[in-house]
C-alpha cells in the first residue's frame, strides 16, 4: 500500500529531479510496508544502503543544476544536504550497532525529508530554475 503516495504538491516542476524524488518515496514506502508486515529490521540495512547511495546522486544531480544556472541560495540549499548525508550515516552507523529502535528513527527521517526538505528546501530552487528554462 505504501505510505505515501507522489502527488503534484510534490513536484518541483523539473522532471530529472521529480523522478528522483519519487525514487526517494519509494524507498520509504519499502521501509513503511515492511514494518507493517513486522519485517521492518529485515529491509532496514538495504534501505540505507540505497538511501546512502542514492543521496549521492539526487545531490549532485541538483547541485550540478544550481551551478549551471548560477542559484543564489546554492551553499545554503547544499548545507542542508550536508547535514541530510550526516544523519544518514548516523543511522547507518546505529543500525550497525545493533540499535533495535533505528527502523521507527529512520521512518520518521524519511518522512521530514520529505515533509521538510522537499516541500519546502526544494520548492525554494524550483521558481528560480524554472524561470531559467529548466523543467
Known amino acids: 500500500m505504501g505510505f505515501i503516495t507522489w502527488n503534484d504538491n510534490y513536484s518541483v516542476n523539473i522532471s530529472e529531479v521529480d523522478e528522483q524524488h519519487k525514487r526517494l518515496i519509494g524507498l520509504l514506502n519499502e521501509m513503511y510496508d515492511a514494518m507493517s508486515v513486522g519485517k521492518g529490521r529485515d529491509v532496514l540495512g538495504s534501505v540505507l544502503k540505497k538511501l546512502l547511495d542514492y543521496t549521492q546522486y539526487h545531490f549532485s544531480t541538483e547541485e550540478r543544476l544550481f551551478r549551471e544556472h548560477g542559484y543564489p541560495e ?41 515533509n521538510v526538505h522537499i516541500l519546502d528546501e526544494d520548492k525554494r530552487y ?10
Do not use: Y
Open 74 to 114: 546554492s551553499e545554503a540549499h547544499k548545507r542542508k544536504h550536508n547535514e541530510l548525508t550526516e544523519k544518514t550515516k548516523k543511522l547507518q552507523e546505529s543500525f550497525d550497532r545493533g540499535n533495535k529502535m533505528i527502523t521507527i528513527d529512520v521512518m520518521l527521517f524519511l518522512s521530514d525529508w520529505l
Open 126 to 135: 524550483s521558481h528560480f530554475l524554472n524561470s531559467k528554462g529548466v523543467h
